[in-house]
T-cell receptor
Framework: TQLLEQSPQFLSIQEGENLTVYCNSSSVFSSLQWYRQEPGEGPVLLVT?????EVKKLKRLTFQFGDARKDSSLHITAAQPGDTGLYLC?????????FGTGTRLKVLA | NAGVTQTPKFRILKIGQSMTLQCTQD?????MYWYRQDPGMGLKLIYYSVGAGITDKGEVPNGYNVSRSTTEDFPLRLELAAPSQTSVYFC???????????FGQGTRLTVV
């Protein structure tokens, strides 16, 4: 069974702080995705990383895929209240996506 | 642009009742998925389909059934509802595996 563990599970920080969320697995994935989910909504894709060691930036968000394609990290610089939400990583296989346990982020103004 | 549409949005069932959660997508996607999300947790895959007439089990299929008679529709059936099935259910679709998955807004189901 493929498992994706995310840490931390919960994070509450002040506006302007930096943070990093981790996603770890014992399995290799062909690609890994990060989604953000807001209350009452379905997850929405932020980014897909495909190549081991790949780094992608999306404004204040930086995503990195581990060299062995088993882990990933999401770094947010100068967090804002609008970043509040549940962040999910998902390992993408040929036919399906396996989601991580989630990190619930709250950014306080 | 409807995307993925789920109905109903909310439902309360009594133990032992049955119901069908509806999911339809208008993006002509081949792949469709059903996930459940327990409070504060990630998503667990129930069933998925790679095309009309083809379905397969995910991580937590027990107590559920699916069918895929058309590209657009992927209903999820609960035959004998149990309290353990209280959850939020999400349907999703993608063009092929590994590409962006588009999610519906979810169905919040409570079994009492």
């Amino acid at each position: 069974t493929q498992l994706l563990e995310q840490s931390p599970q919960f994070l509450s920080i002040q506006e302007g702080e930096n943070l990093t969320v981790y996603c770890n697995s014992s399995s290799v994935f062909s690609s890994l995705q990060w989604y953000r989910q807001e209350p009452g909504e379905g997850p929405v894709l932020l980014v897909t990383v495909v190549t081991g060691g790949e780094v992608k930036k999306l404004k204040r968000l930086t995503f990195q895929f581990g060299d062995a394609r088993k882990d990933s990290s999401l770094h947010i610089t100068a967090a804002q209240p609008g970043d509040t939400g549940l962040y999910l990583c998902a390992g993408a296989g040929t036919y399906k996506y396996i989601f991580g346990t989630g990190t619930r982020l709250k950014v306080l103004a | 642009n409807a995307g993925v549409t789920q109905t109903p949005k909310f439902r309360i069932l009594k133990i032992g009742q049955s119901m069908t959660l509806q999911c339809t997508q208008d993006m002509n996607h081949n792949y469709m998925y059903w996930y459940r999300q327990d409070p504060g947790m990630g998503l667990k895959l129930i069933y998925y389909s790679v095309g009309a007439g083809i379905t397969d089990k995910g991580e937590v299929p027990n107590g559920y059934n699916v069918s895929r008679s058309t590209t657009e529709d992927f209903p999820l059936r609960l035959e004998l509802a149990a309290p353990s099935q209280t959850s939020v259910y999400f349907c999703a679709s993608s063009q092929i595996g590994g590409t962006e998955a588009f999610f519906g807004q979810g169905t919040r189901l409570t079994v009492v």
